[in-house]
């Protein structure tokens, strides 16, 4: 029987993370990742294949050389399972190893929709696996009308890919608009008004009855009676936690589907840690249970589990930033929305921010950025931010992800001091965070 001190179960963004972090910290500890797939897909970088990486799978293929410079062993197999009592994980190929420490990062498989025709050829969902993703490639490629149910990061993420190829698409979304679950809808417009301008077709408010076809998809057709030509379908309505595994060693479920852990990461077995989209998540506004997937999220859960593994140092901290580029317009958002705030009983105030992101703005490459900050009216805490323009969105997300976790009030934001420069950041004028408190310090103020 083989012996290793960490085993990880995962060769996601969550298990590589691990894996690296606790070579790092424990150099004279034998680490092993096992993991089923050949060839480990960088997840977030899939829509992008298509256009961006020319179709090229192997492009967005997550290296092992970082691993094997580290003197990870990596195992391509299946865990089976695990005898908790011995501490011994057993592989598909009937390899058994000893372990000291247990980290699972079993990750999540896409939400299956049951509709008559979804077995249909050329319907397909978003899995994270290399073969699958090169059948997926060469079908988009051929296909000419092609329609996505769902209009969250992945769908609109798609949809802003396959237009560069020529196809006409159509994404069918459940909700009144795109990207609702995570933006206002001023914000939501500015995505889905790219979304248009580039050739997309949107159907809001509206779900699909059923797919329609022979030997593969001809058409989808709406509960409203439409029918939209298809010959190739994309299904992308959420994803759910591998937790079989986990199931079957009798560790616990928490209440969202997910491995229960507690902050350190641990499960209910104090030597097995659970990290990345397998793990529940905890949120931060109303301290429940939440379902939320991100590899930034499960990069972060990585790096706090493999510090606790033998000495508990640390807890995680929450999960609340995002961003994502539709055609030529860069949105993030982190903490509440204004209509979440709302719907959770929050007493807020809104400030807002309209500049560019470099100054003067007459230098080449500025580009205009709208920032939106929610505040809570009586503490005064920053509770959330939404974020439109160029690149530079998703780092003043970040900034404000800080500010929500640290508990910051609107006067220690207004006080603090920002370094600028005409070619990086906002005039400090104008700067988009302090001049949106400014905004909502004055609503205040004059209230």
């Known amino acids: 029987m083989k012996k290793s001190d960490i085993v990880i179960v995962g060769g996601g963004p969550a298990g590589f993370t691990t894996a690296l972090i606790s070579r790092t910290l424990y150099p004279d500890k034998e680490v092993t990742l096992i993991r089923k797939e050949e060839k480990a897909m960088i997840p977030c970088g899939i829509p992008y294949i298509l256009a961006c990486l020319e179709g090229n799978v192997d492009k967005d293929v997550l290296p092992n050389a970082p691993l094997v410079g580290k003197g ?18 057993k592989t598909a190929s009937g390899e058994e190893i000893k372990y000291e420490k247990l980290v699972l990062a079993t990750g999540s498989a896409p939400c299956i929709l049951k509709l008559p025709g979804a077995s249909l050829k050329n319907v397909f ?5 290399y073969n699958y993703l090169k059948e997926f490639v060469s079908a988009v490629k051929e296909a000419e009308n092609i329609v996505i149910v769902g209009g969250g990061f992945i769908g609109c993420e798609f949809a802003d890919e396959i237009v560069k190829l020529g196809k006409k698409v159509t994404i069918i979304e459940a909700l009144p608009c795109c990207l609702s679950l995570n933006f206002d809808r001023e914000f939501c417009a500015l995505a889905e008004n790219e979304l248009r301008k580039k050739g997309t077709e949107i159907i809001a408010n509206t779900k699909v009855e059923k797919i329609i076809g022979g030997d593969k998809v001809e058409a989808v057709e709406l509960t409203t009676g439409q029918k939209i030509p298809a010959d190739l379908v994309i299904i992308s309505v959420g994803a759910r936690p591998n937790v079989e595994l986990a199931k079957g060693m009798g560790l616990k479920i928490g209440e969202s589907g997910a491995i229960a852990v507690d902050s350190y990461l641990r499960t209910s077995d104090p030597d097995i840690f659970a990290v990345g989209d397998c793990a529940e998540k905890i949120d931060f506004f109303t301290q429940r249970p939440a ?35 539709i055609g030529d317009v860069s949105l993030a958002a982190t903490g509440l929305t204004e209509s979440r705030a709302r719907d959770l009983g929050f007493n807020i105030v809104v400030g807002y921010a309209e500049t560019v992101d470099k100054h003067p703005g007459a230098l080449a490459g500025a580009k205009k950025l709208k ?21 530079s969105v ?16 609107l006067c220690e934001l207004l006080s603090m001091q920002v370094g600028t420069h005409p070619l990086l950041t906002a005039s400090p004028i104008v700067y988009p965070l302090m001049h949106a408190a400014v905004d909502a310090f004055k609503k205040l103020t004059s209230s």
Not at 125 to 129: A, E, G, I, S
């Open 72 to 89: 990870v062993n990596i195992i391509i197999d299946e865990v089976k399972s695990v005898d908790r009592t011995d501490k011994v994980v």
């Open 125 to 129: 969902y978003v899995y994270k696996d």
């Open 291 to 325: 379902r939320i997937m991100l590899a930034s999220a499960a990069v972060t859960e990585a790096r706090v589990a493999a510090a606790n593994l033998y000495k508990l140092s640390m807890t995680r901290g929450p999960p609340l930033t995002f961003s994502t580029k």
């Open 371 to 391: 920032l939106k900050l929610i505040v809570g009216r009586k503490c005064l805490t920053i509770l959330g931010c939404e974020v439109a323009g160029g690149p």
């Open 394 to 409: 998703g780092e003043l997300a970040n900034a404000a992800g800080i500010l929500i976790t640290k508990k910051t009030t």
